[in-house]
């Protein structure tokens, strides 16, 4: 309380115009002090010695004090963590010289009369949050400010004018903050200025004339900003200078010949600009330099010999120019090199030797990267005689032959990509001697032979990369103790056998790519192998396991080698179809009567309401007239393939001793279709399958797109689906596997004299059907196939879609070879097929849905032949629709055993479903929708049959 009324009266003192001495019951530094503490906001309780209670400040935290006066002339309270504004509290302390508040999280703006204190030089404010501009009165008044540096704060707007009064300055720092727009001509009338940073901000335009006139200038950084034109020309004058740093800038021009006269300079960097020209054969001259970059420029030529004669440099950043030539040895000569990075040019010949050398000048080289250039020859074998390397990067050369043993002698190095090279043989065993490697990128060559076990040696290992060679063998089990390990990319290799198990121990994996093997046996359980993604263990056919969703065999049977029979010749089409072909007739869907919008929703279906809106209104505008050439369709039919060979099984989950015979034999086969011939076999225990054995003619998708295409398919459980229980690929012979639905298909049940369905069981065919269909869409699969005799019903009478998606089998997904595989599918198919500008979509499952739909009710085949006479049966029902009969339509089997209220919704959905124009078709999620909306609610929805 007291304090507060205190600091209340001080804020209320201060508030008047400083008068010195006016106050001798205070000391005017303990005042100052005590306002300025107010003002701020002290977390870690830094200033807790700052007591108003003293006489004298001189022992508080961060003061110092003049010995003799006893006043207080530096305040020091770098990463003190207080936030809270700079107060007017300071300017009391009459005798402040130093100002030292960096590393804070002070806030608001800087108070421009500090330099009115007059004895003040040295300001630091940098690393705080402070905003706004740098204000102009703060130059103005500057007293003997000597060192300024506001670096690392928020400030905006322009450089003051008046800082080219402030010649008492030597040392400027604003860098990493906002600032912006010209640098002022008058920033050279500093003639103290020693050091000038500007870095990291957005000054832009050209650099004024007249830095020369900074005799005393050594350092001098505008790097990372927006500034534009040439170098300036006249910095050679500034002979002082000792860091010149212009980069990251939009630079243009030659490097200047004036830089030559900067013979004090060690640190010359114009990287990340857009200079061009040659990298002048003079920066020999500048003995001193230490570190010289001229990366990222659009500098050409060669490398010039004279860098050798830098005897002090460092680091040497020469990349991403388009610089040609080899190499020069003379750089053999830089005893102090540390870092040399001449990646991303054009240059040519051998990887040099001499890099190498024992004995060589280079005996601290810690970073090479010759990366990205054309690089030829071999890697030189004494490679691992530099011992000093942490980084060696020749990734993207053309350097061919094997990687040499003494790869080992890199103990040192964190870090070895030979990537993208033509490099032969296989990975040495001596490589695990570099025990600090962190990563080995051997990627994209042609290394041959197995991962050594030795590897793990190289226990600090977190990125192993060798995808893309022809390494053979099994994954090393000693992989499994490289435990630092998070990214592995071993794919597109020949590894077999079996993943070790052991690899759940790797406990900080990122990724594990074993894609493109040929690795087999059960993918490891647990750790990151629980949550591996499928294209990271994609394309290894035999490999099992949850995450490749193909479950493992207990036993793994031999594989059973067989010659089955030659393919029977009839497997053309048949022969229902090949008449038709040659009746050519050509049908004219009338449906080019739109589905009278008007008269539908007038008949008040529920169902009808749910469609949108805009399929409605698109509905009425746009009768489509398409037009629909059975011709055209059959001009080219399937031929077969002689070229049979030998069928080989491997283990998978099915065991197919007797099923392979199965194969050859004729009465095993239950169906025929444009993609093949499907076969009933049973597996060792007991389920019964249905191989399809796929027309391998047609089907000239590579192994790989096979692979993942059926793989795909394999994908899409659903109650209402066939499921896809396998495959087997062999060049010549396909084989899917598909669980056994023994009742038959819908095409049977509806059309052979001896069944009748129920109108319960229709329905929930319909159902079924429409769930199955929705999951497909749901996986992105289109069935395109979709027909009575492709929906098998079960014992349950439930239907089970099958035969979807085989159309992305075939290489390209051609309407001329699709048609003719999918033929007998002849009214099923949407009109948009024969239409090649129409792109095909789901919607195209929805229109054969829809024709099944009346089929379903009406118990009629989509098309029927009559003498001379084709009946389109949604034409039929259109019409009978129209004229208000449509219950006459269904079919005649039921002896009317059948609630209108569902039948006559069903037909229209079917109607609607079989739309020519696709956009008008409704999608299988709201088909499935309106049908429990239509089915009764006495039903209880459920019931099937
Ligand atoms: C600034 O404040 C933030 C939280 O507001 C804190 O995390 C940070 O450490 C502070 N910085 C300094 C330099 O004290
Ligand atoms: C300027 O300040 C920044 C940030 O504190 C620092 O990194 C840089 O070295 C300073 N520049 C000079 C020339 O001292
Ligand atoms: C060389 O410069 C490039 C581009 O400026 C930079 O990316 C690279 O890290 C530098 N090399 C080294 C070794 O510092
Ligand atoms: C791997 O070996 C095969 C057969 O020897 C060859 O055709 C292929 O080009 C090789 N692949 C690589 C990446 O070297
Ligand atoms: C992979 O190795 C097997 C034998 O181990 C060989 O038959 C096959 O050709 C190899 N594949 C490639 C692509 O090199």
Redesign the pocket.
Known sequence: MLLCLCISLLLLLLSVPVVHSAYPTFNDDVLGLIVFKAGLIDPQSKLVSWNEDDDTPCNWLGVNCDPLSHRVTGLALDGFSLSGHVGRGLLRLQFLQSLSLSNNNLTGPINPDLPRLGGLRFVDFSHNSLSGSVPDGFFQQCGSLSYVSFAGNQLTGELPVSLSSCLTLTQLNLSSNQLSGELPSGLWNLRSLQSLDLSYNYFEGEIPLGVSNLYDLRSISLSNNRFAGELPGDIGSCSLLRLVDFSGNSFSGRVPETLQKLNSCTYLRL??NSLTGFVPGWIGELRSLESL?L??NRLSGRVPNSIGSLDQLKEL?L??NQLTGGLPESISNCPNLV?L?VSSNRLTGNVPQWLFKTGSALQQLQ?L?LSSNVFSGEIPSNLGSRSSILVLNMSRNQLFGPIPPSVGGLTMAHEVDLSSNLLSGSIPSEIGGATSLLELRLNHNSLTGNIPADIQKCSPLTALILSENNLTGQVPAAMANLSSLQFVDLSSNNFTGSLPKDLTNLSHLLSFNVSHNSLEGELPVGGFFNIISPSSISDNPSLCGAAVNRSCPSVHPKPIVLNPNSPNSSQSPSAAASNLSHRKIVLSISALIAIGAAAFITLGVIAVTLLNIHVRSSMSRNPPAVTFSAADDYSCSPSTDPNYGKLVMFSGDADFVAGAQALLNKDCEIGRGGFGIVYKTSLRDGRSVAIKKLTVSSLTKSQDDFEREVRNLGKARHFNLVALEGYYWTPSLHLLIYEHISSGNLYKHLHDDSNCLTWRQRFGIVLGMARGLAHLHQMKIIHYNLKSSNVLIDECGEAKVGDYGLARLLPALDRCVLSGKIQSALGYMAPEFACKTVKITEKCDVYGFGVLVLEVVTGKRPVEYMEDDVVVLSDMVRGALEDGRVEECVDEKLKGNFPAEEAIPLVKLGLICASQVPSNRPDMEEVINILELIQCPADGGQEVG
Do not use: H, K, M, Q
Request: aromatic content about 0%; cysteine-free.
């Open positions: 990287g990340r970059d990366s990222a950043n990349s991403t870092s990075d970073v990267d």
